[in-house]
């Protein structure tokens, strides 16, 4: 059985170190063909006000945090809004930085929250549910997005071609919520992955099935809740593209708050979609070019913006990753001096 789990996690790591490297090709290869120089030049503009994009999504990561603390509402002590803000940026590094599918980053959240004092099940929900109304919130985001991209866009065919792409995206929501409302979606899944995979126990990761369910129909019943973090969640969406016009502002090529929400709209869509792909490697960047052809941005400029969000994301995500790294750490100091105070008592 391990000799099969080891096979499975090498296979996996080779299969993402693939897509790592056929993104990151496909990266360099743009910004080769799109002219290096230019591309540079562009960033150079920047300088050190590049810096200021930090504390700019450190507070459009905040505003998830805040939907995050709505779904918390009804546990005794949850966390504080600068602890779930910090997770929150953890989340979304462990997701860009790592090769975890961009889920890994849930299960670290969960983990973490339920460190801080929340029970197991009750953080797991949280995170199921808001990781559902970041999903619908991002639909009806991109619905916006091609409302815009209506006045923008000549070509018919783009037109037609994300129309049906949100068109199918709309009865997976549905099934989604329909599922995690009326079925018990976790139980069923706990069944099919214990069938799959000989037995073995997820539980440990998000609580017992039944009771996770139960928790999610909880939060689900609670709409006024549900309402203020829909909103705190369209709120981030709308600062995200506030961020991206700062960045283009800090480039020197102001665009329309229009074109901003635009690009963000459809750029986010696009991440979730390419969500196999590790950091949307090559994907951000494909889009960027794409979408930004669409308002007038030339390619150069939308790959001088993919390469700043790509400093952004680096800048904050290692600290980020290092910080979790020390906080493990402290935990399992501690763990082991417990066990050693445990040990004197005992002589």
Known sequence: MRAANLSSFSHRGIGSAALLSLGLLFSVWLVWHEGARGIFSILQQSSWLVWLLLPAHALVIGLDAMSWRWLLASVPGRPALSRLTWLALLREAVNGLLPVARVGGEFVGIRLLARMGVSLVQAAASVVVEVSLTLLSQFFFAVLGFFLLLHWAVDLQIRRDIFFALLAVLPVLALLFWFQGRVGLFHMLHTMLGRVSGGRDFSVLIGEPRQLDAEILHIYRRRWTLLWANFWQLAGLFAGAGELWLSFLLLQHPIPVSAA?????????????????PAALGVQEGGFVLFGAIIGVGPELALAYSLLRRFRELALGIPLLLS???????????????????QEEGV
Not at 261 to 274: D, F, K, T
Not at 324 to 342: D, M, T, V
């Open 261 to 277: 929400v635009l690009l963000e709209s459809l750029g986010q869509a696009l991440r979730s979609v390419a969500f196999f792909m």
């Open 324 to 342: 979790w790294y020390l906080w493990e750490g402290q935990g399992l100091r501690k763990k082991w001096l417990g066990r050693q105070w445990s």
